[in-house]
């Protein structure tokens, strides 16, 4: 089918262009870009007066591949003007992992389908169900030592670790376009930095790249990201920090340091490290990072059972009150399955309501919850989001995935519209339009060496953002950029169309149902 995106400003920093035109879709192409192209027989023209035309985003982390099975649609991506997904993040993927981990990838759904066995299994099973954005997967580390020993804190032996950089190689080999470690998840978090540059050794001179969750974020960070660019340098691997953060009051500012660092590692040469933000001073993740280290060496079992004794129950206690990354009157209860009635909540509000200390009623949500309870946290200061946005080797990530409007309740906001608060700033003019695609396209397309996507230049494939600069106002003044408690979430009113690989998913701001993503491979 051939369509003209008549009339729009189209802004591509990839190519410099920034110039109202029209652009030809032939197929799943861009073929022509001219100030006036005359409609060949039997074209769509659409009108996109006072519209801006961009390369459709790039969301360089998310954890959509848990959920993606069971939301095809992606209408959470789409809103946002997204057309690919980096899945397998923080050292979670569906693959490698053998069908009885059940239990793997519970923090991103309640629905998880059984393991994969490798990248070509997830993708036949993707494909099949067909869906509306485009795919990039990442092997996830997490999901390599799971599949090889399980939740065993030890270190592993010369033979585990030759059959862990077997399945890296594996997913290299099929396609994958890096791989992620999470050094604050079990079983991720028992990974030696030696360890994970020998697991890693297979990307050298891929020119695939090695993202990591930072072994701590908090006091920690510094040592943590040159632990980070050590690792990636003596593999010989280019990095990627994920959103990257200083975490607590005493160490903000910290990024001032930490990206001289990642300036001191690209003008060393030899690698290339860059990082991603997500819009936001407030985070998200997991309740259960909040447990000392060791706790679950045997497991969610066992610790329950060790809980409810005294000597353990006090210290689990006195960790979570004093010692732990936030402090139990910082956190805002995000999803409970089983205390659905603390969902959205202030946790001193709910502790309050049974009569509890913060600390005791933390801790009986966790473990009746397990991996799958979240919490908002505060996070960054707005200093050190600004000079990490600002960075040459900076992009955007949004650390979120697929949930309806519905769902998202008491999630964080980043799931539903990360990008939009890295877009509408920029289209009322407060910060350069052209730095925001740049980070929701250009850098995420070119740090995954995906030829052809996050520009529009002749001969790309359509993936395309259509963004309406007259509702930019009404959105910033009807929404926080913060995360709250229980706020209701809603599907940002942005994008007046958004193509993927030539195929209207949004048309005249309405999802259309089709499914024309594809999953990706690297080349």
């Known amino acids: 089918m051939v369509k003209i995106i008549r009339g729009g400003r189209v802004v591509d920093p990839g190519t410099g262009t920034d110039a109202v035109l029209d652009l030809l879709i032939e197929g799943e192409r861009v073929t022509a870009l001219a100030a006036r192209i005359a409609p060949p027989a039997g074209a769509t023209v659409i009108d ?12 360089m982390h998310t954890h ?39 239990g793997f990838g519970s923090f991103f759904s309640s629905r998880l389908d059984p393991g994969f066995p490798d990248l070509d299994a997830y993708a036949a099973h993707l494909e099949s169900l067909g869906t509306a954005v485009n795919v990039a997967p990442l092997v996830g580390l997490g999901a390599v030592r799971e599949h090889v020993a399980g939740s065993d804190p030890r270190p592993p032996s010369d033979e585990a670790v030759a059959a862990m ?80 953060k200083a975490l607590g009051k005493a160490n903000w500012g910290r990024t001032e340091q930490t990206l001289a660092m990642v300036d001191e590692a690209n003008a060393r ?75 959205g909540r202030a946790l001193p509000d709910y502790a309050a309501a049974l009569s509890r200390a913060p600390v005791e009623a933390l801790l009986e949500l966790i473990l009746a919850e397990g991996e799958s309870l979240t919490m908002i946290v505060p996070a960054a200061s707005r200093d050190d989001l600004d000079r990490v946005s600002a960075h040459p080797a900076a992009m955007h990530g949004s650390d979120g995935w697929l949930m309806t409007a519905g769902q998202a309740r008491h999630e964080h ?38 030829d052809g996507r996050g520009t529009l230049r002749p001969g790309a494939f359509a993936d395309i953002t259509v963004a309406d600069p007259g509702r930019a106002a009404a959105y910033h003044s009807g929404r926080g950029t913060e995360a709250g408690a229980a706020s209701e979430r809603a599907y940002p009113d942005l994008m007046s169309w958004v193509f993927v690989n030539g195929e209207p998913a949004i048309e005249n701001s309405r999802p259309t149902g089709r499914r024309p993503g594809k999953v990706l491979r690297a080349a």
């Open 48 to 59: 996109a007066s006072g519209l801006v035309v961009l390369p459709g985003f790039v969301d």
């Open 64 to 102: 959509s591949d848990f959920t993606l099975q069971h939301d095809p649609g992606a209408l959470a991506r789409l809103h946002q003007g997204v057309t690919t997904d980096v899945t397998g993040n923080c050292g979670f993927s569906p693959f490698p992992l053998p069908r009885t981990s059940r």
């Open 165 to 244: 950089r077997r399945l890296v190689a594996d997913g290299l080999d099929q396609g994958a376009f890096g791989v992620s470690s999470g050094l604050v998840y079990t079983p991720g978090r028992f990974a030696a930095a030696d360890e994970l540059r020998r697991v890693i050794a297979p990307l050298r001179g891929s020119g695939r790249f090695y993202a990591t969750h930072l072994r701590d974020e908090r006091d920690g960070l510094v040592a943590s990201v040159a632990e980070a660019i050590s690792t990636a340098e003596r593999a010989g691997v280019d990095l990627q920090i994920s959103h990257h």
């Open 269 to 343: 040469g030899g690698i290339e490290v860059a990082v991603d933000y997500y819009p936001y001073t407030s985070g998200s993740t997991g309740v259960s990072s909040l447990l000392p280290p060791g706790s679950l060496d045997g497991g969610w079992p066992l610790l329950r059972a060790r809980a409810g004794e005294g000597a353990e129950r006090l210290r689990l206690l006195r960790h979570l009150d004093g010692a732990a990354q936030f402090r139990p009157d910082e956190i805002i209860i995000g999803r409970s399955r089983t205390r659905p009635e603390a969902s």
């Open 413 to 450: 906001p980043r799931n539903l519209a990360s990008t939009t608060e890295v877009l509408v700033p920029a289209l009322l003019g407060r910060t350069p339009l052209d730095r925001a695609v740049r980070h929701l396209a250009t850098a995420p397309a070119r740090r995954l060496r995906l």
